[in-house]
């Protein structure tokens, strides 16, 4: 993530043309790394974020939307209200293209005097934080307090006088003989050209560095004293560029994609052009909304994956360990019936036997060879009281195995069903996704249903507004199973978790459509609407292959697809969300095949 020192450079410009002579409304903070301070300016409202959350440490105009509050406002919060809540920032500061942004506030103190403080926003990774100082540059107070034990060259406690940290020694890259002094440096050093670019120049990341080589057309790689006059003569010409943006505040903001990973992977204050054509914003607070807004996004829904996989696991461990002990059940009394031919063999030979033997050896006659039966006896024990023992061991046996396997069914279905789960859990991407999921567990009583807060003489309060489409109140509507034209013109319709599959298999779907899902494993319903007409065989083939990358079987070579029409797919009495019982199926031998959607 690169909020280099030219970010903040640019940030500081950006503040400074939107924010100056603002006024300081309501203040916030989130968590303990972030803080929101409205203002007013220019006749519009904006809102100002500030984090000191490591590789998110930033300051920004935002404009997305806010995070939840805590009951009570941290101690950081209330003296950020006490002391700036009204203020008018009179300008915004980067000393020398260093990650460091200080925020100039006026504002009135107890006696009603006019007073300078200034919010201190620094960037620098793990060492990030927000500080307040007074007019004499003494500290108020710190997002995050540093003692001798931490730092013993620069303590930020309360009452400490604050001093920047120390400057490195660099070029000032907006200097007009900037360039010049980078080519004496470059040509001199027998280290990678990027390298050379990083420790030279002020403000500059790894990020940046390899950019300005991309655009001179060099290998950041290559030794700064293998570089030919023409190359020296054209990182020149690149480098006298940026110079001439950072003097003049030309900054063009933007975003770059991972091109393998499809999402947001960088941003800047200048285009970044190294992987492809970057996507530019009309500001450079956008640019950090799309970038920072996406990656909290994708970390809020892995944290609602992570929670969610973890509930259902333990579930299915549960579950699994139940069904190992039904089967050491039947493992031990296998072979139940030996029990009762034992206590009938005894009996007919009962006049044959005596109190105290350890073993009688009768004439089998359940053998057909007409073997001699072993039969082990407690010598304790009458020969009527060892038939009847043994009697009552079969008995016994036999109810254990009885009720093992009349759990076994119902326990292998609750072993699939947890798996459909977990293979929705791994799938979901949108947040309707992860609270239809939830809402399915809740329903199913994996999750508890969430508490109701409790209104007026502790009564709960009225639900109020009715569910949007399905969906609880205030919560997402649910998401739409996914859809895809077939390269013959059909809709192909994909549910990417059970309570979809329902949906698509027992309510959008009709009765000549087809229905594909995968053999012996978890995985999505698939739908192809026919609308009455024959269906290619490349759209069946397609569709399975569909089905079988949405299934459990998708890293395989290939994997077997049952199909057949709506008509024969029906869901059982009492059966879970998801689960379907089918015949006349047919099977197709296909590749996994991810599709490209087209809505």
């Known amino acids: 993530m690169p909020f280099d020192g030219i970010v903040a450079h640019a940030v500081a410009l950006e503040l400074n043309r939107t924010l100056t002579g ?6 916030t903070q989130p968590t303990r790394e972030t803080v929101l301070i409205g203002v007013r300016a220019g006749g519009e409202n904006h809102r100002l974020l500030a984090c000191c959350s490591g590789a998110d440490a930033r300051l920004q105009l935002t404009q997305e939307e806010a995070q939840e509050n805590p009951a009570s406002p941290p101690m950081f919060c209330m003296l950020l209200r006490k002391h700036i809540s009204g203020g008018i920032i009179r300008r915004v500061l980067c000393p020398g293209f260093e990650r460091i942004l200080i925020l100039e506030i006026e504002t009135e103190d107890e006696l009603g005097d006019r007073s300078l403080k200034k919010l201190v926003v620094e960037v620098m990774g793990r060492h990030s934080n927000i500080i307040l100082l007074n007019r004499d540059d003494v500290i108020l107070d710190a997002a995050r307090h540093v003692d001798e034990e931490i730092s013993r060259v620069r303590e930020i406690l309360p009452a400490r006088p604050y001093s920047l940290p120390p400057a490195q020694d660099k070029l000032d890259p907006s200097l007009p003989d900037m360039p010049e002094q980078v080519i004496r440096t470059v040509s001199a050093s027998g280290r990678k050209l990027a390298g050379v670019l990083l420790e030279t120049l002020r403000g500059f990341s790894p990020v940046l560095c390899r950019e300005v080589c991309h655009q001179a057309g060099l290998d950041g790689d290559k030794a700064g004293t293998s570089c030919s006059p023409a190359d020296l003569v ?4 690149v480098l006298s560029g940026y110079a001439a943006r950072l003097a003049e505040g030309g900054f063009t903001p933007c975003t770059v994609t991972d091109p393998f990973k499809g999402r947001t992977a960088d941003f800047h204050a200048l285009p970044l052009t190294e992987t492809g054509n970057p996507t530019i914003h009309p ?4 640019a950090m909304d799309a970038f920072f807004g996406e990656r909290e996004r994708s970390a809020r829904l892995s944290a609602r994956r992570a929670e969610l996989a973890r509930t259902v696991s333990n579930n299915l461990e549960k579950v699994q360990r139940r069904l190992a002990v039904q089967q050491a059940t039947l ?3 296998a072979g139940f019936e030996r029990l009762m031919r034992y206590g009938e063999l005894l009996t007919s030979n009962i006049h044959a036997l005596s109190e105290g033997m350890e073993s009688a050896t009768v004439s ?3 053998s057909e060879t007409g073997e001699m039966a ?4 407690d010598p304790s024990l009458s020969p009527q ?7 009552r061991r079969y008995q016994k046996a036999k109810a254990a195995c009885r009720y093992a396997e009349s759990q076994f069914e119902g326990l292998n279905q609750e072993v699939s069903y947890l798996e459909s789960l977990l293979y929705a859990i791994e799938n979901a991407m949108l947040p309707s996704d992860f609270q239809e999921i939830r809402e399915e ?3 199913s009583g994996y999750l508890k249903p969430p508490a109701q807060k409790a209104g007026k003489g502790g009564k709960p309060k009225h639900p109020g507004k009715k569910p949007k489409a399905g969906g609880a109140a205030g919560n997402p509507p649910p998401a739409d199973p996914l859809r895809i034209v077939s390269q013959d013109g059909f809709e192909i319709f994909i549910g990417r978790n059970n309570r979809q599959n329902d949906r698509l298999t027992l309510k959008m779907a009709r009765a000549e459509d087809l229905w594909f899902h995968i053999k012996h494993f978890s995985g999505s319903h698939v739908v192809i609407r026919t609308a009455g007409k024959s269906v290619p065989d490349a759209t069946v083939e397609e569709a399975a292959a569909y089905a079988a990358w949405y299934s459990k079987a998708r890293q395989a070579t290939k994997a077997e697809v049952d199909f057949t029409t709506i008509r024969n797919v029906r869901k059982p009495a009492g059966g879970k969300p998801g689960m379907v019982i089918y015949v006349n199926y047919k099977t197709a031998n296909v590749a996994p095949k991810e599709p490209r959607t087209n809505s």
Request: charged share 20%; hydrophobic share 40%.
């Open 331 to 333: 493992d031990e009394n």
């Open 374 to 377: 072993v039969i082990p006896l």
């Open 22 to 27: 603002g006024r300081i409304g309501k203040i």
């Open 234 to 237: 054209q990182l020149s010409s």
């Open 283 to 286: 500001t450079l607070g956008a």
């Open 364 to 366: 089998d006659w359940y």
């Open 441 to 443: 567990m809740v329903s």
């Open 385 to 391: 009281r060892n038939a009847q023992r043994y009697f």
